[in-house]
């Protein structure tokens, strides 16, 4: 199956710009796509982007488009989502999240939190 461990997350101040990390591992063959969603208390799931796993082809979600990249790098089966001009809007905690063999997203990391000062 197939394994994923978010990193980077930390305290940063408002325009700041911040890296976080998705490593995968077991049967990364199998993965579809992988995306980056973020969560919030007392706020909606939100979808921030996803990349293609074979291809390396992003998409983003209107909300974040232009300030955030996804990026993959396919030797160290890792994925990166790369944030610039972060906000205090932008604390919350970031997961990353593949599609094996699947409709919607069924494998799930454990999350690295993000606090932007102001």
């Known amino acids: 199956q197939v394994q994923l461990v978010e990193s980077g997350g930390g305290l940063v101040q408002a325009g700041d710009s911040l890296r976080l990390s998705c490593a995968a591992s077991g049967r990364t063959i199998d993965i579809d796509d992988l995306g980056w969603f973020r969560r919030t208390p007392g706020k909606e799931q939100e979808f921030l982007g996803s990349i293609s796993w074979a291809a390396g082809s992003p998409t983003y979600a209107n909300s974040v488009k232009g300030r955030f990249t996804i990026s993959r790098d396919s030797a160290e089966n890792t994925v990166f989502l790369h944030m610039n001009s972060l906000t205090p809007e932008d604390s919350a905690r970031y997961y990353c999240?593949?599609?094996?063999?699947?409709?919607?997203?069924?494998?799930w990391g454990q999350g690295s939190q993000v606090f932007v000062s102001s």
């Open positions: 999240a593949a599609r094996v063999a699947s409709i919607g997203y069924n494998v």
